[in-house]
Each structure stands twice: as C-alpha cells, then as structure tokens.
C-alpha cells in the first residue's frame, strides 16, 4: 500500500517552454503533497505544500509564479515549471500523506528535468 | 530557524558489519522521526519509523532508538549487506502536520 507515482520520469526540454509534471497517490487519498527539488548530492528541499482544494504554501526563495502548483483531487496534484531555464534543471520529487492513522510521507520516484 | 543534524555524511562498512547513522533535531515539539532510503536516480523510500512515545523500534536487521530528552535517534542496521548501500535521511515531524525538516543524508557504502 502507500504507492506514489511520478509522471514523466524524465523530461527534456527547450529553454522558455512550460513543463508539467504529474503526482498520484495510487491507492490512497493524500490530504496533503509536498514538492521537493533536490540537487546531486544534496538533501530534499521543500519547495511547496499543498492542500486539495487549496492554494499551495511556497518555502522562502520559491517563486510561486514559476512554480505552478495545483492539487485538484485527493489522488493528482501537478507541477508545472513555467518558462523553464537550465538553473531549473533538477531531480524533481513529490510526496503525498493522508493515510489514516499516519503522518508518513509517502514519495513518488522522482522527476529529472533537463531544460537545454 | 528549526534544523536536523546528521552524522556522518558518508560510511563505508564491510559486508555483514553494522552501521550507526545519527541525528539531532531542535524543534521540542517533534514528536515523528521517519527514516528514508534512497538510492540513485529514485524517490526516497520509507525504511522505518518512530514515535516520540516510545525509545527503541525494530524490524528485522534495522532499529531506530530514540532519545527525547537529549532531542536524539538513531539508525541501526545490523549484519549490512550489499544492497544496503545507498542515502540514508533522516526526519523530524510532528503529528498532524506531514512537515518534515531533514538531515543532510548520510551515503553508506556496504563493501563485499
């Protein structure tokens, strides 16, 4: 149980262009997704939480217009890098709680984004 | 603001003896402490969890003990193995609110 997927695993795109990247709790309803970056080698940074049906809660230093978030259902939240540079290039993770009974962050595999 | 130590950044062990990752967290009101496995190029996987009601959890070759007073836990993972290599996180949460703070990571290196 507690099953989290990613979508796509890996992306490749032209500088300027928007790319979204999808998350899916698969067997459980997720109250709750965070978005993390991580840099090669580094630890998790959070970047964002979001609520279904709210607006999401950006970390300090994480442009909210860059980033969109959306966290339509209890199952999907999306990200979309807006305008994409290669400073965006990065290991994207999502990670979706809720399960009853737990405060476990369940993650998704993980997105790699190279913007050329 | 609140942080999470982690120590040490990278281990390497032999194959079959134990290794020891340690963490410190400043935030009193932490009361979850998850550890994460991750290996290259994945998402991070959940190895084993702890409340702050109870000192010590075990599953198998892994345990976590925790010290609340000192705002201390730990990971043990016993007889390693080769598949055991990989980043090793550490959290601090507190119920209800599904925020973590995380170590740095800790790169454990189980050699043959």
């Known amino acids: 149980g507690a099953v989290v997927s990613q979508h796509p695993s890996r992306v490749i795109c032209k500088s300027g262009t928007s790319v979204k990247i999808e998350c899916r709790s698969l067997?459980?309803?997720?109250?709750?997704m965070f978005w993390y970056r991580q840099f090669p080698k580094k630890s998790l940074m959070l970047m964002a939480t979001?609520?279904?049906?709210?607006?999401?809660?950006?970390e300090q230093g994480v442009e909210k217009d860059k980033f969109l978030i959306n966290h339509a259902s209890l199952t999907l939240s999306t990200l979309t890098v807006t305008s994409a540079h290669p400073e965006d290039s990065s290991f994207y993770i999502c990670s979706a709680a809720g399960t009853s009974g737990t405060d476990t962050q369940y993650f998704g595999p993980g997105t790699r984004l190279t913007v050329l | 603001g609140e942080n999470v130590e982690q120590h040490p950044s990278t281990l390497s062990v032999q194959e079959g003896d134990s290794a020891v990752i340690k963490c410190t967290y400043s935030d009193s009101a932490s009361n979850y402490f998850p550890w994460y496995k991750q290996e290259l190029g994945k998402g991070p996987q959940l190895i084993i969890d702890i409340r702050s009601n109870v000192g010590e959890k075990k599953d198998q070759r892994i345990a976590v003990t925790l010290n609340k007073t000192a705002k201390h836990f730990s990971l043990h993972i016993t007889e390693t193995q080769p598949e055991d290599s990989a980043v090793y996180f550490c959290a601090a949460g507190t119920s209800g609110t599904y925020k973590y703070i995380f170590g740095t990571g800790t790169r454990l290196k189980v050699l043959a």
């Open positions: 979001s609520n279904e049906g709210s607006k999401a809660t950006y």
């Open positions: 067997d459980f309803q997720a109250t709750t």
